[in-house]
């Protein structure tokens, strides 16, 4: 089971890797649309960069009522606390 800094890092490290995000930008109440200018499209990229990296099996649903850096930590270790790993 990942705790709440392994999530964050993993986070970051989708967040700077996928879409060229300066790592300080990224704070827990930082808005991944309007702040990060997330779209739907990439927000399914990061689903899918995170599931790879965790093993859980996450799906678009779980992230619903996503809207900051810290409702994404929330949900994944949700899911972690939910559901054993791939």
Known sequence: MLNQEEI??????ALTELFEIDAEKITP???????????SI???????????KTGYKL????FRSVRTVND??????????SEPAE
């Not at 927000?43 to 599931?51: E, G, P, R, S």
């Open 8 to 13: 964050t890092q993993i986070l970051t490290d």
């Open 29 to 39: 109440q930082t808005n991944l649309y309007e702040d990060l200018e997330i779209d």
């Open 42 to 52: 990439d927000a399914i990229d990061l689903i899918d960069y995170i599931k790879r």
């Open 59 to 62: 799906v678009a649903d779980d």
């Open 72 to 81: 994404v930590i929330n949900a994944v270790l949700q899911k972690t606390q």
